[in-house]
């Protein structure tokens, strides 16, 4: 059963920095392409970032270039987002999400429960 | 970047009626669309992908179709369980844009 399991999120003060890590189990990690999408209160979703299995090519939205940095584990089966210089307007429920295939024209199969970010003073 | 619009925005039907909803590519997209459905607190799931294929474990109820620009997704009976909110999304390049979600009630 493919389980993807989202931690770090939390409180964070404007300009604060947190990580998020995703662990992943249940399939071949490294076989495929992951992805963070994110879904502000009461707003539609988001897709943030997405990584290639080797994590040489990565991918972000225009709203997160230059602040956020994703990257994987593929020896402990995690995906990671670092997020930095974060906004209000970076508060949301952060999702890992698995594509359905190593290639990067995928779509998303499997999602995480997710992990509440909060970004207030 | 390509932006993907969906509508309406909501819709309230009755049950056992057709419902359609629409999303639009800015730029052609091929076949490169997927369909989500999000219940009420809950995580989203996949319907369709390759804009007309449906998900293992999905009911039949369920069609997409579409191509290029303009793509739609159809429930052919619409069921209590059905209500939720429904997002396009495109993957044939990133940004793997979604479009804005359609929220579907029961009249």
């Known amino acids: 059963e493919v389980q993807l399991l989202e931690s770090g999120g939390g409180l964070v003060q404007p300009g604060g920095s947190l990580r998020l890590s995703c662990a992943a189990s249940g399939f071949t990690f490294s076989s495929y392409v992951m992805n963070w999408v994110r879904q502000a209160p009461g707003r539609g979703l988001e897709w943030v970032s997405g990584v290639s299995v080797s994590g040489g090519s990565t991918y972000y939205a225009d709203s997160v270039e230059g602040r956020f940095s994703i990257s994987r584990d593929n020896s402990k089966n995690t995906l990671y987002l670092q997020m930095n210089s974060l906004r209000a307007e970076d508060t949301a429920i952060y999702y890992c999400?698995?594509?359905?295939?190593?290639?990067?024209?995928?779509?998303?199969?499997?999602w995480g429960q997710g992990t509440l970010v909060t970004v207030s003073s | 970047d390509i932006q993907m619009t969906q509508s309406p925005s909501s819709l309230s039907a009755s049950v056992g009626d057709r419902v359609t909803i629409t999303c639009r590519a800015s730029q052609g997209i091929s076949n490169y669309l997927a369909w989500y459905q999000q219940k009420p607190g809950k995580v989203p799931k996949v319907l369709i992908y390759d804009a007309s294929t449906l998900q293992s474990g999905v009911p039949s109820r369920f069609s997409g179709s579409g191509s290029g620009t303009d793509f739609t997704l159809t429930i052919s009976s619409l069921q209590p369980e059905d209500v939720a909110i429904y997002y396009c999304?495109?993957?044939?390049?990133?940004?793997?844009?979604f479009g804005g979600g359609t929220k579907v009630e029961i009249k």
């Open positions: 999400a698995k594509g359905d295939s190593g290639y990067a024209r995928h779509w998303f199969d499997y």
């Open positions: 999304q495109k993957y044939n390049s990133a940004p793997l844009t």
